[in-house]
């Protein structure tokens, strides 16, 4: 009896050591965007979710800043990120990352300027001026010094922290233009009854901030995710981070596809150049010379909220 017990012990030792060493542990983490107790409490739910739905044990990580953000990133120290386009489309790239899920909607960014500005009244009469914006690598700004091929020719970025202090600081003439997404230029423009400014530039929409899973993530723990987060629990566990940066709408099905050729914009900085095999895509739709703002956002802007980074 006794040493059908001690086998019993033995095989219940056994298989709690199997399971132990097929739970592998991964680092979730997302751009310093905000202090870490309320990073916490964006994507620490997400992280417990994950954990309790797979097995594996997931640990959100906040970054102590964006430089050991990107030098971690550089390093492939991260196995879950959730983050803007140009960071995904750069991971695919370079680290071969899979984008899971995403939220709905495009990201659109509009360059503008004061109708009463005589000096500014085209895209390229801000070359050598000031232009109130994130500091980089947020996408905004990104997206508007690619609009300057020449770097001695792009806009001096006056940086100013929250879009809608971006829009108030131009109206302010604390600079000579500003850059932020379509979607917030919308709502400010029309609570202006002066109608103060003009649309010098709109881009192309990009594709929203998605989770992207590191190669390390065995393809079957990565659908069995991916299918986790679509489901009515993970509806639940992203309900704070889909609130702040989409409105509250929910998480889709991505792919690489999605994510190709965006890289790019992170060329500049050290550690993220990328070879293009293939030209990257055009983020203008046309340069908006004199057109009022009614004019050039007639159309219907996205609703989603465009601050990605």
Not at 254 to 266: A, C, H, I, Q, V
């Amino acid at each position: 009896m006794n040493f059908v017990k001690g086998l019993m012990a033995s095989l219940v030792l056994v298989c709690s050591m199997l399971a132990a060493a097929q739970a592998d542990e991964y680092v979730f983490t997302a751009p310093p965007r905000e202090k870490p107790v309320q990073g916490k409490e964006l994507y620490g739910p997400i992280a417990e979710f994950l954990t309790a739905k797979t097995g594996h044990t997931f640990t959100y990580k906040h970054p102590d800043n964006w430089l050991s953000y990107m030098k971690d990133m550089r390093m492939d120290k991260f196995d879950l990120v959730f983050d803007g386009p140009h960071f995904v489309s750069w991971r695919v790239a370079a680290l071969e990352h899979t984008p899971l899920v995403r939220l709905p909607g495009k990201l659109e960014f509009v360059i503008i300027s004061r109708k009463d500005n005589s000096k500014v009244i085209k895209l390229n009469d801000l070359s050598g001026k000031s232009i109130c914006g994130h500091a980089p690598p947020n996408l905004a700004t990104l997206t508007m010094q690619e609009q300057f091929k020449n770097p001695a020719r792009q806009p001096r970025v006056e940086v100013v922290r929250g879009f809608k202090n971006v829009y108030k600081a131009m109206v302010a003439r604390k600079c000579d233009a500003a850059v932020i997404p379509a979607k917030v230029y919308k709502k400010l423009n029309k609570s202006d009854e002066q109608k103060q400014t003009r649309v010098l530039f709109q881009s192309t929409g990009l594709p929203h901030q998605a989770i992207s899973a590191a190669t390390r993530i065995p393809t079957d723990a990565q659908q069995e995710m991916q299918a986790a987060l679509l489901s009515p629990e993970g509806v639940a566990a992203t309900e704070k981070l889909r609130k702040r940066f989409a409105g509250g709408k929910e998480m889709i099905t991505t792919n690489k596809d999605e994510y190709k050729s965006y890289g790019y914009l992170l060329s500049d900085f050290w550690g993220f150049e990328l070879n293009q095999a293939e030209p990257p895509k055009q983020l203008v739709t046309n340069e908006l010379e004199t057109h009022s703002s009614k004019e050039t956002l007639e159309k219907p802007v996205n609703e989603d909220v465009a601050a990605a980074q």
